[in-house]
């Protein structure tokens, strides 16, 4: 393996590693007999998790409405971020595709003398986009006008009601930036971005840095440079403490490390955004009195409009990222507009429930109560999504703006990951949608024979593992896209074939190989370069091998580690198959460690899907004693930084899994270099809590306890867990 120090691998380098062997077995299987497409989803469904779960399944032509395929599709689910799909159409059908957000500045009838307004006012009307980079040109803007003093900075907010947190949003507590509040006066999804780096020696301050720094934060910066071989361990609080948003940064930074930036929501929109402006206007020379919230008199006069790019720009960004705030934005703003300021989430659901009576989904079918789809507030069946599909489908005002929105498998989006080599890939249109035991997809895809169908896949309550879902449903998607080719193609009996073949038994490379690759992949990773992703994605396509694939995965996080599709993919990539992990462990011998690291990072963040994915590797400690170590030391080291979230993770574990999490955890415990380890103490403070989290960790103190004594009894050796004498299966 090459050292950190030499030049990455060029793109022809890895271009052989490119053509390593597919899966030409699944592409030569018989099509499924009797049924089709029909039989095909049936096999899928029948003979994976998804025949466990509460599934609701409706398969459509999109311009007849022919039904292909159902299963319980009258049957009300939580359909998580697929509410999204009813918000922007309703959006799209009563404001139009060109709809602009307007940002205006006002003043009061002859309150400019000279160069000097007295009073300038900001009246928000709910753009989502209003980022720093936009409003110093509106800053810019304003100097333009010859402004060069202004007394005071009154912030008005008013055309949203005074509720910031909306449905579903109260149902989950804490600072991250999916939960960021709505205001008609926004600024960065109403969050900051927190820089944190390493100074300039052992034992110094990290450096933090705010975008935008204004002066509504107040910063505490309690981080320490450490050694550069230690684990970069930081998390971030932030909450309004006497009128002004109070950042405290904790935690150990690897001195000689990149900063790395995070997110956290904001709690009073229309003042960070005054901030915000009042220090750009400084910065243009224009000096600001005072920065208040007030409301801009009847007769103010207009004198400056910030204008959004077109409400259809904005629609294909809500869903290809499946932005939360973007979407409750637009709901509050299409309740304003439909039924009169202020907007509010009852007169949005209402302007989408009079869409949907036209679409053909009557008031009282269904339950509506924001417009983003987060947690438990939703339910809707697989017809009324399809009905919805079918409508939007044959408006042609509407119909490209709409389908041009949502993520293409293989491609873009938040499935730009999924459903790669199969059908399904380039010619799948559709939104996902994913809570906890909730996993959704619904959209439109291209068939053999260039039909459209309209689909929708609705999971609820499911066994076993997110990512055993998430497999099936793609392989119904890659069914759907097979459907209608020529008999004996066996296109269709290769989804129903992927869908329920193992992860580790997809086509494995040989050792040779597999370290040969993994070695090139994850040079091109450490030399952080975003400028290899591109070449690393295509490399992901081209591989089924899964110990290959969480190679490349997270070779992309390395180059690009602030880019949330790059984690995402990273995160996907990693499966609860312990031979997985294990086979890319010994490819890796004596050079980059992988997977654990950059997992550890991003679940000391308190981030819940890597928390699951960290407490799933688990199992694979039995594989080898140097691995059971490094598996031990992660979990405790998050432990320290995310302790509830971890017992979160704990809880929602199968039990053979949390079983084996739990004794590496207290194997980690153990052998921390910490004298007094914050997580039993945090696990008794959990404890006191009068709810179901409050009992499971009670009753988990006690078990840990006894694994961490157990440990603690045989750390008589330098590697605790005894190496297995039999290799995993390469």
């Given at each position: 393996m090459n050292s950190p120090a030499r030049r990455a691998p060029s793109l022809a380098a890895i271009l052989p590693l490119l053509l390593l062997p597919l899966a030409p077995s699944l592409s030569r299987a018989a099509d499924p007999a009797p049924g089709g497409l029909d039989g095909a989803l049936r096999a899928i469904v029948e003979g994976t998790t998804l025949g466990g779960a509460r599934t609701g399944i409706l398969v459509a032509d999109a311009a007849s409405g022919k039904v292909l395929y159902a299963r319980d599709a009258d049957v009300l689910l939580n359909p998580a971020s697929n509410v999204k799909l009813f918000t922007s159409a309703a959006a799209l059908a009563r404001l139009g595709p060109e709809y602009r957000f307007a940002t205006e500045f006002l003043v009061d009838p002859g309150g400019v003398a000279g160069r000097t307004v007295k009073t300038l006012y900001?009246?928000?009307?709910?753009?989502?986009?209003?980022?720093?980079?936009?409003?110093?040109?509106?800053?810019?803007?304003?100097?333009?006008?010859?402004?060069?003093?202004?007394?005071?900075?009154?912030?008005?907010?008013?055309?949203?009601?005074a509720a910031q947190i909306g449905p579903g949003f109260d149902q989950e507590g804490g600072d991250r930036a999916y939960l960021a509040p709505t205001g008609a006066l926004s600024l960065d999804f109403n969050t900051v971005t927190v820089l944190a780096g390493p100074g300039d020696r052992v034992g110094a301050r990290g450096r933090i840095e705010l975008e935008p720094a204004t002066d509504l934060f107040v910063v505490e910066n309690r981080t320490t440079t450490v050694k550069p071989k230690g684990r970069r361990r930081v998390t971030i609080s932030s909450e309004l403490v006497n009128g002004r948003q109070r950042i405290v940064i904790e935690g150990r930074l690897p001195l000689g490390s990149r900063p790395q930036a995070a997110r956290r929501k904001i709690d009073a929109p229309a003042l960070y955004f005054g901030s915000a402006l009042e220090g750009l206007l400084a910065l243009r020379g224009v000096k600001v009195g005072d920065v208040r919230a007030g409301v801009a008199p009847p007769a103010a006069r207009l004198v400056y409009v910030a204008q959004s790019e077109s409400l259809a720009e904005i629609v294909r960004r809500l869903n290809k990222t499946s932005n939360n705030f973007i979407a409750e934005q637009i709901l509050e703003t299409l309740g304003a507009e439909a039924k009169g300021a202020p907007g509010s989430w009852a007169k949005g659901v209402a302007a989408v429930g009079d869409f949907l009576e036209g679409a053909g989904i009557p008031r009282g079918s269904y339950v509506m109560q924001n417009g983003s789809g987060l947690?438990?507030?939703?339910?809707?069946?697989?017809?009324?999504v399809v009905t919805l599909l079918r409508h939007v489908y044959a408006r042609f005002?509407?119909?490209?703006?709409?389908?041009?929105?949502?993520?293409?498998?293989?491609?873009?989006?938040?499935?730009r990951w999924r459903m790669e080599g199969t059908e399904a890939a380039g010619r799948l249109r559709a939104k996902t949608g994913t809570l906890e035991n909730v996993t959704s997809l619904s959209g439109?895809?291209?068939?053999?024979?260039?039909q459209v169908l309209a689909f929708s896949i609705l999971v609820n309550d499911y066994p076993g593992r997110h990512a055993q879902v998430v497999r099936a449903v793609d392989a119904l998607g890659g069914a759907m896209a097979a459907s209608g080719g020529a008999p004996g193609a066996g296109a269709i009996a290769a989804a129903v074939a992927l869908a329920k073949a193992p992860e580790s038994a997809r086509t494995p490379v040989t050792p040779a190989a597999l370290a040969q690759a993994v070695g090139t992949y994850y040079a091109l990773g450490r030399a952080a370069d975003p400028r290899n992703v591109a070449a690393l994605s295509d490399a992901l396509r081209a591989q089924t091998d899964p110990a290959l694939r969480l190679a490349i995965a997270e070779s992309m996080y390395l180059s690009d580690p602030g880019s949330e599709t790059a984690r995402h993919g990273f995160l996907e990539a990693i499966s609860a198959d312990p031979q997985v992990m294990g086979r890319l462990?010994?490819?890796?011998?004596?050079?980059?460690?992988?997977?654990?690291?950059?997992?550890?990072?991003?679940?000391?963040?308190g981030a819940p899907d890597a928390l699951a994915k960290l407490v799933?590797?688990?199992p694979a400690a039995a594989l080898d004693g140097r691995l059971a170590a490094a598996i031990a030391d992660t979990l405790a080291e998050v432990a320290a930084s995310a302790p509830s979230e971890l017992v979160d993770a704990l809880r929602a574990a199968p039990p053979a899994t949390a079983d084996a999490a739990l004794g590496a955890l207290g194997t980690g415990l153990a052998r921390s270099d910490e004298a007094d380890h914050p997580f039993p103490a945090a696990l008794r403070a959990l404890g006191a809590k009068k709810d179901a989290l409050g009992a499971f960790a009670r009753g988990l103190l006690p078990r840990l306890e006894q694994a961490t004594r157990a440990a603690a009894a045989v750390q008589t050796a330098p590697t605790l867990v005894p190496a297995s004498t039999a290799a995993p299966a390469r």
């Amino acid at each position: 393996m090459n050292s950190p120090a030499r030049r990455a691998p060029s793109l022809a380098a890895i271009l052989p590693l490119l053509l390593l062997p597919l899966a030409p077995s699944l592409s030569r299987a018989a099509d499924p007999a009797p049924g089709g497409l029909d039989g095909a989803l049936r096999a899928i469904v029948e003979g994976t998790t998804l025949g466990g779960a509460r599934t609701g399944i409706l398969v459509a032509d999109a311009a007849s409405g022919k039904v292909l395929y159902a299963r319980d599709a009258d049957v009300l689910l939580n359909p998580a971020s697929n509410v999204k799909l009813f918000t922007s159409a309703a959006a799209l059908a009563r404001l139009g595709p060109e709809y602009r957000f307007a940002t205006e500045f006002l003043v009061d009838p002859g309150g400019v003398a000279g160069r000097t307004v007295k009073t300038l006012y900001v009246r928000g009307k709910g753009d989502p986009t209003l980022v720093n980079e936009r409003l110093w040109g509106i800053a810019g803007e304003l100097r333009h006008l010859g402004i060069d003093r202004i007394g005071a900075l009154v912030v008005d907010d008013s055309f949203f009601d005074a509720a910031q947190i909306g449905p579903g949003f109260d149902q989950e507590g804490g600072d991250r930036a999916y939960l960021a509040p709505t205001g008609a006066l926004s600024l960065d999804f109403n969050t900051v971005t927190v820089l944190a780096g390493p100074g300039d020696r052992v034992g110094a301050r990290g450096r933090i840095e705010l975008e935008p720094a204004t002066d509504l934060f107040v910063v505490e910066n309690r981080t320490t440079t450490v050694k550069p071989k230690g684990r970069r361990r930081v998390t971030i609080s932030s909450e309004l403490v006497n009128g002004r948003q109070r950042i405290v940064i904790e935690g150990r930074l690897p001195l000689g490390s990149r900063p790395q930036a995070a997110r956290r929501k904001i709690d009073a929109p229309a003042l960070y955004f005054g901030s915000a402006l009042e220090g750009l206007l400084a910065l243009r020379g224009v000096k600001v009195g005072d920065v208040r919230a007030g409301v801009a008199p009847p007769a103010a006069r207009l004198v400056y409009v910030a204008q959004s790019e077109s409400l259809a720009e904005i629609v294909r960004r809500l869903n290809k990222t499946s932005n939360n705030f973007i979407a409750e934005q637009i709901l509050e703003t299409l309740g304003a507009e439909a039924k009169g300021a202020p907007g509010s989430w009852a007169k949005g659901v209402a302007a989408v429930g009079d869409f949907l009576e036209g679409a053909g989904i009557p008031r009282g079918s269904y339950v509506m109560q924001n417009g983003s789809g987060l947690n438990d507030t939703n339910r809707f069946s697989a017809r009324q999504v399809v009905t919805l599909l079918r409508h939007v489908y044959a408006r042609f005002p509407l119909q490209a703006e709409y389908l041009s929105s949502l993520p293409i498998a293989g491609r873009d989006g938040t499935i730009r990951w999924r459903m790669e080599g199969t059908e399904a890939a380039g010619r799948l249109r559709a939104k996902t949608g994913t809570l906890e035991n909730v996993t959704s997809l619904s959209g439109y895809v291209e068939n053999a024979a260039h039909q459209v169908l309209a689909f929708s896949i609705l999971v609820n309550d499911y066994p076993g593992r997110h990512a055993q879902v998430v497999r099936a449903v793609d392989a119904l998607g890659g069914a759907m896209a097979a459907s209608g080719g020529a008999p004996g193609a066996g296109a269709i009996a290769a989804a129903v074939a992927l869908a329920k073949a193992p992860e580790s038994a997809r086509t494995p490379v040989t050792p040779a190989a597999l370290a040969q690759a993994v070695g090139t992949y994850y040079a091109l990773g450490r030399a952080a370069d975003p400028r290899n992703v591109a070449a690393l994605s295509d490399a992901l396509r081209a591989q089924t091998d899964p110990a290959l694939r969480l190679a490349i995965a997270e070779s992309m996080y390395l180059s690009d580690p602030g880019s949330e599709t790059a984690r995402h993919g990273f995160l996907e990539a990693i499966s609860a198959d312990p031979q997985v992990m294990g086979r890319l462990w010994f490819a890796a011998a004596g050079g980059t460690t992988p997977v654990l690291p950059s997992l550890g990072d991003v679940a000391a963040e308190g981030a819940p899907d890597a928390l699951a994915k960290l407490v799933e590797l688990a199992p694979a400690a039995a594989l080898d004693g140097r691995l059971a170590a490094a598996i031990a030391d992660t979990l405790a080291e998050v432990a320290a930084s995310a302790p509830s979230e971890l017992v979160d993770a704990l809880r929602a574990a199968p039990p053979a899994t949390a079983d084996a999490a739990l004794g590496a955890l207290g194997t980690g415990l153990a052998r921390s270099d910490e004298a007094d380890h914050p997580f039993p103490a945090a696990l008794r403070a959990l404890g006191a809590k009068k709810d179901a989290l409050g009992a499971f960790a009670r009753g988990l103190l006690p078990r840990l306890e006894q694994a961490t004594r157990a440990a603690a009894a045989v750390q008589t050796a330098p590697t605790l867990v005894p190496a297995s004498t039999a290799a995993p299966a390469r």
